[in-house]
């Protein structure tokens, strides 16, 4: 299932037993919000089904590659349990941005690399 990120200027796919999981958590979040119903309309309204064609390759809906600016070129970055989907000139503004070690939370701050 591909959809947009709901924070990120990216989009976001994901295998669908994932995706079962992580929509049914969305959808049960109460309506009264009106935040919430945008997070609803953002990263559930706008999922599709994705499949491969014969040459292995995923076409992106237009309405999708529009709102992140995904025009040429793309970036796939794999995290574990999703892949997220970067318009390469944002992807490379991300990469320029330094990780401040201190602003992470201190679970991470205790990790080895």
Known sequence: MLTQHPYDACLVMYPFPEWRDIARQVASQSDSH????????RF??????????GNGRLLVPPELRSVVGLEKHAMLVGLMHRFEIWAEETWNQLEQ?????????????????
């Not at 009106?34 to 309309?41: E, F, I, N, S, Y």
């Not at 559930?44 to 064609?53: H, I, K, S, W």
């Not at 330094?98 to 205790?110: C, I, N």
Request: charged share 30%; net charge negative; glycine share 2%.
């Open 44 to 53: 559930l309204g706008q999922a599709v089904e994705m499949e491969m064609d």
């Open 34 to 41: 009106t935040q919430v119903r945008a997070l609803k309309r």
């Open 97 to 113: 941005q330094d990780l401040d070690q201190d602003a992470m939370p201190e679970s991470v701050q205790s990790l080895s690399f």
